[in-house]
């Protein structure tokens, strides 16, 4: 009797499992008729580049949570899934294989990193998922990969940026120190590329792991090259060791960071060695500062607070990369039933659509989408960000 009760039981407990999933997903679907279209999200949400991936996550959340409360894609309310990475590329293939073969998702917002991006590229290109990534290497859209677009600015106009401030200000023998990933090698590429078209002559490179601790031997070999500026290339936590290296060794010269490191974090770690640094970035680090006619700022103020209010939390540029990312592939998606091919040649006709990292224009030959004017140069000054001249 306790056998057949039991077994009974079982019977019950997996009717009730079925009957709860099908109630969530009507639950999702239920304000229209219509099934939701999932949108996969792959993140670094821990580990050591969570300071990216956690405020996208977060973004993509907030952004979904709004165009859902204005009714969604034509009826259909958007339902995320997502995965952490940890800013392993092994995990990135693992997650987008699971989004696009289990998950069935209409699009993937992510990864986080470039190397994580790159890994992930071959799995949507083959399942032709539209994939926007929220990492800056430049490899990630060139060559065009027809299925692969990115939110986060371009390393070129991160370098020219760079570049043409320190043209400005008589600097011409730079020394440029990058991580030793994909990120960093794109950079090196580009600070390579663009120096003799700025004036500048790169008088010592050097290079450091993604976990190094003490940058101390490769700025010494980078003093005796007498550089009027230092550029390091790379994501917390190794630019910040570089900041702190530099400010013991009494190297009185201005250090150039890249937009990598463009996050209230990177102060945190670097502490009063922070003090001076000079980086390009998004606007929304100053979007208080911005003139009223700029047609970002009021982008950038609305998302900020509502950011903020909902996570209790500084906003940031990483954020914005998901936050744009969703809201691109929601004006790609309208009108296509969620047909992926319609989608992806929607998404290279955006034009003029003003987000948090600038104003997107997308093509057939550019899927990136921004301007160098998706840009600005600013400074470290007494903890927190000011604009450059």
């Not at 999702?28 to 996208?56: N, R």
């Not at 290079?207 to 500026?229: C, E, H, K, W, Y």
């Not at 230092?230 to 190297?251: D, K, M, S, Y």
Request: a negative charge; one cysteine or more; charged letters at 20%.
């Amino acid at each position: 009797m306790l056998k057949i009760n039991k077994r009974r039981f079982i019977a019950l407990a997996t009717a009730m499992v079925i009957a709860a999933g099908i109630l969530c997903v009507t639950t999702v679907s239920g304000q229209t008729g219509k099934a939701p279209f999932k949108i996969g999200g792959i993140f670094s949400i821990t580990g050591p580049a969570s300071f990216l991936g956690d405020p996208e996550r977060k973004s993509m959340d907030l952004a979904i949570d709004r165009i859902n409360a204005n009714g969604g894609i034509d009826g259909h309310m958007l339902e995320a899934i997502i995965y952490d990475t940890e800013g392993d590329p092994s995990r990135a293939v693992m997650n987008a294989r699971r989004l696009v073969t289990r998950d069935r998702v209409t699009a993937i917002i992510g990864p986080s990193l470039t190397p994580t991006s790159l890994a992930a590229i071959p799995v949507a290109e083959r399942a032709r998922v539209p994939l926007i990534s929220c990492a800056a290497g430049n490899r990630i859209t060139e060559p065009i990969k027809p299925w692969i677009f990115k939110t986060a600015q371009s390393d070129i106009h991160a370098v020219s940026s760079i570049y043409g401030h320190m043209r400005d200000n008589g600097i011409e023998n730079v020394a440029i120190i990058t991580v030793s990933d994909s990120f960093g090698e794109s950079g090196r590429d580009q600070l390579i590329a663009q120096a003799d078209d700025y004036g500048i002559k790169i008088v010592a490179q050097e290079n450091f792991g993604i976990s190094d601790t003490d940058m101390t031997a490769q700025l010494t070999n980078m003093r005796r090259g007498n550089p009027d500026a230092i550029v390091c290339w790379g994501t917390n936590p190794g630019p910040a060791v570089v900041a702190r290296n530099v400010n013991q060794l009494g190297l009185d010269i201005p250090l150039y960071q890249s937009h990598g490191v463009a996050s209230p974090r990177f102060i945190a770690l670097a502490g009063a060695s922070a003090e001076g640094i000079r980086l390009p970035t998004g606007k929304i680090l100053v979007a208080d500062l911005l003139p009223d006619d700029d047609p970002q700022k009021q982008v950038l103020l609305d998302y900020i607070e509502a950011y903020e209010k909902r996570f209790n939390e500084p906003a940031s540029s990483f954020g914005g990369y998901a936050y744009d990312a969703v809201n691109l592939l929601a004006e790609a998606m309208k009108g296509t039933g969620g047909d992926q091919n319609k989608i992806r040649d929607n998404f290279e006709n955006i034009k003029g659509h003003v987000g948090i990292s600038g104003e997107f224009n997308f093509s057939e030959t550019n899927h990136n989408g921004l301007a160098p004017d998706a840009f600005v140069m600013i400074e470290i000054k007494d903890g927190t960000w000011a604009l450059l001249d």
